[in-house]
């Protein structure tokens, strides 16, 4: 639980202090949004490594090693000179936590029975939703009262005690550890294909000099995602365990993951940056804006958790997706005219509805598996949620950037755009997620 709040934290807080960052350095938003979309890319690509970690080093060791060199590329990232290497640390942090992640994850189906997972994965997310409760509100503290650079410093006390509760309460490997080649080259065509396609849709922000960039960005990321996916049929020992995807409700599942990656890191780096960028609020009351609806979330989780174990999957996920969506509206039909009460209602109705989602689709994904099979499962749906986020992020991101501007910032009409769009994904993946079976 430690590791993921660290995680979700590192993901969050980062956003309020964005017109900070942007105004220091002298970088506009194509860049900034980077100290993001950088972070959830290295963590999508990461994730999936995680089950060939677990089988050859043990979760003890593995997750002790992540958490401590996430500590200290964070306090690297505090004292950054440069723009550049404020992201290289943003990077770097981003690919120890897709280690971390997953593991939680990996730890709660393992040793939970079916019927009480989705309490286990609701008593969980009930700790970990403080980290996007409490994120927005400490940076925007740390933004107005000290300095961005302290949002970078945040994470490590976190992580560092998380090392010490590791060493103390998780057991050493029982089992005899595996011994298999490490998929190195799907590895890097998944690297590839995330950061081509990233770069691609970055630089499609500013098209003027970079359609030659562009072009070749994307085709590479074509031919990579291709001999990515034909590796991955073909090898002993995949990265991606594509013979979980033949399953239905796991398919489906999978599918629903993307749209909650894309709703919850999309919307939590839409609204600080639209409170602050179109109705004029502090850094600090855009974090508290947060704060009641990550609370909301916290009390929504264990009752959801516990009605996965008891109610369809497809039920809950549909509930929580309709939820969000009716949010996401409310946003894109606001003005600034609009109080601080209503938009901070609006936010917890959309909370509510991630709640409702994060456990039923963990069982509806998970619970068909067998238990050797839930290391390479746990890794593969958190990576479709943060590949979900990943793109979530830019495709907002670039949504902002073709919108009105007004003195170099994007107007309340660029943000109305890119609610309704947000809403619009989150919709078209209800078709999906009533497939999974019960």
């Given at each position: 639980?430690?590791?993921?709040?660290?995680?979700?934290?590192?993901?969050?807080?980062?956003?309020?202090?964005?017109?900070?960052?942007?105004?220091?350095?002298?970088?506009?938003?194509?860049?900034?949004?980077?100290?993001?979309?950088?972070?959830?890319?290295?963590?999508?690509?990461?994730?999936?490594?995680?089950?060939?970690?677990l089988?050859?080093?043990?979760?003890?060791?593995?997750?002790?090693?992540?958490?401590?060199?996430?500590?200290?590329?964070?306090?690297?990232?505090?004292?950054?000179p440069?723009p550049?290497?404020?992201?290289?640390?943003?990077?770097?942090?981003?690919?120890?936590?897709?280690?971390?992640?997953?593991?939680?994850?990996?730890?709660?189906?393992?040793?939970?029975?079916?019927?009480?997972?989705?309490?286990?994965?609701?008593i969980?997310?009930?700790?970990?939703?403080?980290?996007?409760a409490?994120?927005?509100?400490?940076?925007?503290?740390?933004?107005?009262?000290?300095?961005?650079?302290?949002?970078?410093?945040?994470?490590a006390?976190?992580?560092?005690?998380?090392?010490?509760?590791?060493?103390?309460?998780?057991?050493?490997?029982?089992?005899?550890?595996?011994?298999?080649?490490?998929?190195?080259?799907?590895?890097?065509?998944?690297?590839?294909?995330i950061v081509?396609?990233?770069?691609?849709?970055?630089?499609?922000?500013?098209?003027?000099?970079?359609?030659?960039?562009?072009m070749v960005?994307?085709?590479?990321?074509?031919?990579?995602?291709?001999?990515?996916?034909?590796?991955?049929?073909?090898?002993?020992?995949?990265?991606?365990q594509?013979?979980l995807?033949?399953?239905?409700?796991?398919l489906?599942a999978?599918?629903?993951?993307?749209?909650?990656?894309?709703?919850?890191?999309?919307?939590?780096?839409?609204?600080?940056?639209?409170?602050?960028?179109?109705?004029d609020?502090?850094?600090?009351?855009?974090?508290?804006?947060?704060?009641?609806?990550?609370?909301?979330?916290?009390?929504?989780?264990?009752?959801?958790?516990?009605?996965?174990?008891?109610r369809?999957?497809?039920?809950?996920?549909?509930?929580?997706?309709?939820?969000?969506?009716?949010?996401?509206?409310?946003?894109?039909?606001?003005?600034?005219?609009?109080?601080?009460f209503?938009?901070?209602?609006?936010?917890?109705?959309?909370?509510?509805?991630?709640?409702?989602?994060l456990?039923?689709?963990?069982?509806?994904?998970?619970?068909?598996?067998?238990?050797?099979?839930?290391?390479?499962?746990?890794?593969?749906i958190?990576?479709?949620?943060?590949?979900?986020?990943?793109?979530?992020?830019?495709?907002?991101?670039?949504?902002?950037?073709?919108?009105?501007?007004?003195?170099?910032?994007?107007?309340?009409?660029?943000?109305?755009?890119?609610?309704?769009?947000?809403?619009?994904f989150?919709?078209?993946?209800v078709?999906?997620?009533?497939?999974?079976?019960?």
């Amino acid at each position: 639980m430690l590791g993921t709040m660290a995680t979700v934290l590192s993901a969050t807080i980062v956003n309020v202090a964005l017109p900070d960052i942007m105004t220091e350095f002298g970088i506009r938003q194509g860049q900034a949004h980077w100290l993001a979309t950088g972070f959830i890319a290295a963590m999508t690509t990461t994730m999936l490594t995680t089950g060939w970690l677990l089988d050859h080093f043990g979760l003890r060791k593995t997750l002790a090693t992540a958490m401590l060199l996430f500590s200290a590329v964070s306090m690297v990232g505090g004292f950054s000179p440069t723009p550049e290497t404020l992201i290289a640390a943003r990077v770097a942090q981003g690919a120890f936590a897709g280690l971390m992640q997953p593991m939680a994850m990996y730890l709660v189906f393992r040793i939970f029975p079916k019927e009480r997972r989705g309490q286990a994965m609701g008593i969980y997310g009930m700790g970990v939703i403080l980290a996007p409760a409490l994120g927005p509100v400490l940076g925007g503290v740390l933004v107005d009262q000290l300095d961005w650079r302290f949002v970078m410093f945040a994470p490590a006390p976190v992580t560092l005690f998380g090392v010490f509760m590791v060493w103390k309460f998780l057991p050493r490997p029982v089992a005899p550890l595996l011994s298999y080649p490490f998929d190195l080259k799907g590895f890097l065509l998944l690297a590839l294909t995330i950061v081509s396609s990233l770069d691609a849709l970055n630089r499609l922000q500013s098209p003027a000099g970079n359609l030659m960039f562009i072009m070749v960005g994307g085709t590479v990321a074509l031919v990579a995602l291709t001999l990515f996916v034909r590796r991955e049929r073909r090898t002993e020992h995949p990265l991606l365990q594509l013979q979980l995807l033949r399953r239905r409700s796991f398919l489906f599942a999978n599918i629903g993951a993307i749209a909650l990656g894309l709703a919850l890191f999309g919307s939590t780096y839409l609204i600080p940056l639209f409170v602050q960028t179109a109705l004029d609020f502090s850094a600090t009351d855009a974090g508290l804006l947060m704060l009641p609806a990550g609370i909301a979330l916290g009390v929504t989780f264990p009752i959801a958790g516990r009605m996965a174990d008891k109610r369809s999957p497809r039920l809950l996920i549909t509930f929580g997706m309709a939820l969000f969506a009716a949010s996401a509206l409310l946003f894109a039909m606001s003005d600034i005219s609009l109080g601080f009460f209503w938009l901070a209602l609006w936010t917890i109705v959309g909370r509510i509805g991630l709640g409702f989602m994060l456990p039923a689709l963990s069982t509806g994904a998970l619970n068909p598996l067998e238990a050797h099979e839930l290391g390479h499962g746990s890794s593969t749906i958190n990576f479709t949620r943060q590949l979900g986020g990943a793109y979530g992020i830019n495709i907002v991101a670039l949504t902002l950037e073709y919108g009105d501007h007004a003195n170099g910032l994007p107007t309340i009409g660029a943000f109305h755009t890119a609610w309704w769009l947000v809403a619009g994904f989150v919709v078209l993946a209800v078709w999906p997620v009533w497939r999974i079976r019960d």
